[in-house]
């Protein structure tokens, strides 16, 4: 299953509402996970599930979708937010993660 | 709250067998519905999922990577393992451990690993 997210590159200010989309090439019902990135670190779980939000993570972030469209949205951009973002499926094998989406800073 | 840390050479030579190990602190590597995973990243690209060992210690891997990877478990030592054999500059990579959470939902990673692989 391949996932492409859009789009691949984003250039936003703080403050701004951004979406970021993840599209799989068929279905896996909710088996959909986000994680951000930042340089030279670790990924670090957002969702999981499509929407549901890891403890600790800020309510600003939020997630949708089923099947094969998933989106992440940002309500309002803070400068710890600029980072990359993949999303992930775990409906098969292989596990597979989208090519990212790099959130920077206009 | 668990915590990983990757630990293993940095460099490997080309048709060698590239071995990591995953160190796991604050908690049982055999308890709960967990299952450990080895990622990769190379440098500017995106994430690949290399397999994973369950507890129970059964294994799933990648099948672009299947005839050449090993994942285990060290209960002794609470630490879970990689090895890639026949290794290629294509390999280089940072490696990372994980938990998967709900099968392959990875809520806790280690910082992640160099290894560059070239003579």
């Known amino acids: 299953i391949q996932l492409t997210q859009s789009p691949s590159f984003l250039s936003a200010s703080v403050g701004d509402r951004v979406t970021i989309t993840c599209r799989a090439s068929q279905g896996i019902s909710t088996y959909l996970v986000w994680y951000q990135q930042k340089p030279g670190k670790a990924p670090t779980l957002l969702i999981y599930?499509?929407?549901t939000l890891q403890g600790g993570v800020p309510s600003r972030f939020s997630g949708s979708g089923s099947g094969t469209e998933f989106t992440l949205t940002i309500s309002s951009l803070q400068p710890e937010d600029f980072a990359t973002y993949y999303c992930q499926h775990h409906n098969s094998y292989p596990i597979t993660f989208g090519q990212g989406t790099r959130l920077e800073i206009k | 709250q668990v915590q990983l840390q990757e630990s293993g050479p940095g460099l490997v030579e080309p048709s060698q067998t590239l071995s990591l190990t995953c160190t796991v602190s604050g908690g049982s590597i055999t308890s709960g519905n967990f299952y450990w995973s080895w990622i990769r990243q190379p440098a500017g690209e995106g994430l690949e999922w290399i397999g994973r060992v369950h507890t129970s210690a059964s294994t799933n891997y990648n099948p672009s990577l299947t005839s050449r990877v090993t994942i285990s478990l060290d209960t002794s030592k609470n630490q879970f393992s990689l090895k890639l054999n026949s290794v290629t500059a294509t390999d280089t990579a940072v490696y990372y451990c994980?938990?998967?959470?709900?099968?392959?939902?990875?809520?806790?990673w280690g910082q992640g690993t160099l290894v560059t692989v070239s003579s």
């Open positions: 994980a938990r998967g959470n709900g099968g392959s939902t990875f809520d806790s």
């Open positions: 599930a499509a929407s």
